[in-house]
């Protein structure tokens, strides 16, 4: 993919009672995929499994105007430990329910059934735009790829989601 025209400030965050920085696949995926398309990474974090942990960090990146989006990975699935929907569901001033629609779409070409096991969501807080993936590198491949740098490249037409993050 060719830099994009527009770089955008993107923050990652990692969602795992079980990675760390140094094992961090796809924390390290996305953060390679959004400097690779000239997008500019502007945070990195990694938090365990717990609501109140999220939503501190995801809070705090919304409320930094310096910040256009942030990609989550990890803690959607189902297990008890699982909390990113809900922890983060409840920020979005409007949440993007194609986003989860397609990512499953997409994901059914590649695993089959087991895609009803996604929440993967997505919202706008503060007129920051949040994508939640699931938390393999596998998934956050499908995302970004098929769905998010399309929509975080002013250039892509007929609408991207650029308009709504920054002043052009």
């Known amino acids: 993919m060719s830099a994009v025209s527009q770089p955008l400030n993107i923050a990652v965050l990692t969602i795992s009672d079980t990675r760390s920085l140094d094992n961090d696949k796809s924390g390290d995926y996305l953060t390679q995929a959004l400097t690779d398309a000239g997008h500019n990474l502007a945070a990195r974090e990694l938090v365990k499994d717990d609501i109140y942990q999220q939503r501190a960090v995801v809070s705090s990146w919304i409320a930094d105007s310096n910040i256009h989006s942030i990609l989550i990975t990890g803690g959607t699935g189902f297990t008890h430990r699982d909390s990113t929907p809900e922890a983060i569901s409840v920020l979005f001033d409007k949440e993007v329910d194609g986003f989860?629609?397609?990512?499953?779409?997409?994901?059914?070409?590649?695993?089959?059934?087991?895609?009803?096991?996604?929440?993967?969501?997505?919202g706008f807080a503060n007129n920051t735009v949040i994508f939640?993936?699931?938390?393999?590198?596998?998934?956050?491949?499908?995302?970004?790829?098929?769905?998010?740098?399309?929509?975080l490249d002013v250039d892509f037409k007929p609408c991207n989601f650029v308009k709504h993050l920054v002043t052009l």
């Open 100 to 122: 989860g629609e397609l990512f499953r779409q997409l994901s059914y070409e590649e695993i089959g059934t087991s895609t009803i096991q996604s929440r993967a969501v997505a």
């Open 132 to 151: 939640c993936l699931p938390g393999s590198t596998g998934a956050c491949r499908t995302g970004w790829e098929r769905i998010i740098a399309s929509q």
